[in-house]
């Protein structure tokens, strides 16, 4: 599956910014979709995941300030972020997997590219 994100940008602090990720190749439907993030000189993390029947997971450190769906008509999935810190400042990668949800980097084989968020104070 080839993953495209977008959306990304430099918003104030406790600002919103939302996050797409299209998706084509195989049936996006079978595939968990999730998002990670990686600030500078940090590993890359865990932000949040989402089932084919929209079942979601999140790190703690965004739980209830992000939320993330998907539309399988649309091929995509979003990621609304909202509250943002500058803690947040990362690029945020989108990704794909067949399976369950995973949390770690290492188990996800498919990539977007990568887009930036930054959070000014």
């Known amino acids: 599956v080839q993953l495209q994100a977008s959306g990304g940008g430099l918003v104030q602090a406790g600002g919103s910014l939302r996050l797409s990720c299209s998706a084509s190749g195989r049936a996006f439907v079978t595939y968990v979709m999730g998002w990670f993030r990686q600030a500078l000189g940090k590993e890359r993390e865990f932000v949040a995941a989402?089932?084919?029947?929209?079942?979601?997971r999140y790190a703690d450190s965004v739980k209830g300030r992000f939320t993330l769906s998907r539309d399988n008509a649309k091929n995509t999935v979003y990621l609304e972020m909202n509250s943002l810190k500058p803690e947040d400042t990362a690029v945020y990668y989108c990704?794909?997997?067949?399976?369950?949800?995973?949390?770690?980097?290492?188990?996800?084989?498919?990539w977007g590219q990568g887009t930036q968020v930054t959070v000014s104070s």
């Open positions: 990704t794909a997997r067949e399976g369950g949800i995973y949390y770690s980097s290492v188990d996800y084989k498919s």
């Open positions: 989402i089932t084919w029947n929209s079942v979601s």
